[in-house]
DNA sequence: GCCACTTTGTGCATCGGTTCACAAAGGTAC
DNA sequence: GTACCTTTGTGAACCGATGCACAAAGTGGC
């Protein structure tokens, strides 16, 4: 194996790389809009919200596209990232679960930006079922493994009650899916081979809850808490 | 300072830990509701999907809350994680911004889970000023400043078009907010001191896609990607 | 064609987080 | 009270990610 590209990119982008990737995406087609013809790194950086430095570490695991003394090209770079997350094609996504979260992802305009397309609706409510919600007719979950089939879905989205994610998962996963977004509050149990980014509302809102709750038990000093904490005061 | 809690817990629990919090929370409160009264780090463990020494190592932040030979008690450690996190107060979130999703989240049953309680709805729309949804009233946000003070709002969950969102955060910030959960896909700049949490459903997308390709790319031999790279081919 | 200036790409030190593996601590049986 | 069993709590090695700081590489002026 002579073959070694400029330096990384044979088999593995660091996971937090590709996570800052579309970030970056999105500042870049902003200056796209803007008609900004190139961009330094320092200026990316801001618009991405990180630092400099990170930014060229992560760009530099795709292959080094910047041209030292000048900067990125933005049109160049917009196309090597998107190529590398894979925005180039057309990814079809199905919707399982049509509640009030389910039906707001599908009428979600920021949704289907650059390369994803909602191709399906599926819910296990025959209420639902046949309505049409964001130009799609709402199919039974009982169609799933066709649907997949027929429309080429790659990516399932489950918004289902969470009583219901699990099996839904099996299923889903039974039919060849290995790429899930996942907004019910369970953990998924899931065979390797198999990706699934949760989205998790009520642990968000905890986790601001913990620090807000830091922030207020400083203001007021903090003595509050021994008297929570008798038992703790030890050795 | 000779005080030292039986190990850790004097301002700071790692970030990484506070995020998994939640997560023990919502296993141990199903097994509360199975009637458990004790349970293993390696029971608990599994059911919230992590490993076992992590586990124990994360409730050890908190303090010595288990039993050698035993395991947690399971009513006891659900009080001891609540209080960490500071669900055993009540807090009051506005949700701006009263669109499909914003809709969709004041709907969302799971959001009011233990501690929250959504108190007021805001919009610039005059359309849907007015409007009850959830049981509330749809508010104008030149009543913002007013109806965080009147309904002791200490989170704000942001769900603008992108382009306001900035606008928006300052002036939720110069209200006294300080910690902020954004829907917007904009990268938020805020002074320090303020949280802010982002949740972005496209960003989620782009991660899938990219591993999505390259399970499939795997699949397919990965050969192609020569051809795309003709001026790689280097050294 | 050379010099001064800019900005990238990266080696290296550092840090936070994960995992292993085991000693310490408690329970139970006899 | 002792011996054995279980499970916690944590020291220490490891791993990935971050950020500094600088050499390398390119541009533009003259």
Same mark, same amino acid.
């Given at each position: 194996?002579?073959?070694?590209?400029?330096?990384?990119?044979?088999?593995? %982008?660091?996971?937090?790389? $590709?996570?800052? =990737?579309?970030?970056? &995406?999105?500042?870049?087609? #902003?200056?796209?809009? !803007? +008609?900004?013809?190139?961009?330094?790194?320092?200026?990316?950086?801001?618009?991405?919200?990180?630092?400099?430095?990170?930014?060229?570490?992560?760009?530099?695991?795709?292959?080094?596209?910047?041209?030292?003394?000048?900067?990125?090209?933005?049109?160049?770079?917009?196309?090597?990232?998107?190529?590398?997350?894979?925005?180039?094609?057309?990814?079809? %996504?199905?919707?399982?679960? $049509?509640?009030? =979260?389910?039906?707001? &992802?599908?009428?979600?305009? #920021?949704?289907?930006? !650059? +390369?994803?397309?909602?191709?399906?609706?599926?819910?296990?409510?025959?209420?639902?079922?046949?309505?049409?919600?964001?130009?799609?007719?709402?199919?039974?979950?009982?169609?799933?493994?066709?649907?997949?089939?027929?429309?080429?879905?790659?990516?399932?989205?489950?918004?289902?009650?969470?009583?219901?994610?699990?099996?839904?998962?099996?299923?889903? %996963?039974?039919?060849?899916?290995?790429?899930? =977004?996942?907004?019910?509050?369970?953990?998924?149990?899931?065979?390797?081979?198999?990706?699934?980014?949760?989205?998790?509302?009520?642990?968000?809102?905890?986790?601001?809850?913990?620090?807000?709750?830091?922030?207020?038990?400083?203001?007021?000093?903090?003595?509050?808490?021994?008297?929570?904490?008798?038992?703790?005061?030890?050795?």
């Amino acid at each position: 194996m002579i073959r070694r590209l400029s330096q990384a990119r044979e088999r593995g %982008i660091p996971e937090a790389t $590709v996570a800052r =990737l579309p970030l970056y &995406l999105r500042a870049l087609n #902003g200056m796209s809009e !803007r +008609g900004l013809a190139t961009v330094s790194s320092e200026d990316l950086a801001v618009a991405a919200g990180v630092n400099s430095a990170k930014l060229r570490k992560d760009l530099s695991h795709l292959g080094s596209y910047g041209t030292r003394g000048v900067g990125y090209d933005v049109e160049y770079l917009i196309y090597q990232i998107s190529r590398e997350l894979g925005l180039t094609q057309d990814w079809a %996504i199905a919707i399982i679960g $049509v509640g009030n =979260l389910g039906r707001a &992802l599908a009428n979600y305009g #920021g949704f289907v930006s !650059r +390369g994803f397309r909602v191709a399906a609706l599926l819910d296990a409510d025959p209420a639902v079922v046949g309505d049409r919600i964001a130009g799609l007719n709402v199919e039974h979950i009982d169609e799933l493994e066709a649907v997949i089939r027929r429309r080429g879905v790659s990516i399932v989205v489950l918004a289902t009650p969470a009583a219901a994610a699990q099996q839904v998962a099996d299923r889903v %996963i039974a039919a060849g899916i290995t790429s899930i =977004l996942n907004f019910a509050p369970v953990v998924l149990s899931v065979p390797e081979g198999v990706d699934i980014r949760k989205v998790d509302l009520s642990i968000e809102l905890q986790i601001l809850a913990f620090h807000e709750q830091r922030k207020t038990d400083r203001m007021t000093g903090g003595a509050a808490m021994a008297e929570e904490w008798p038992e703790a005061v030890d050795l």
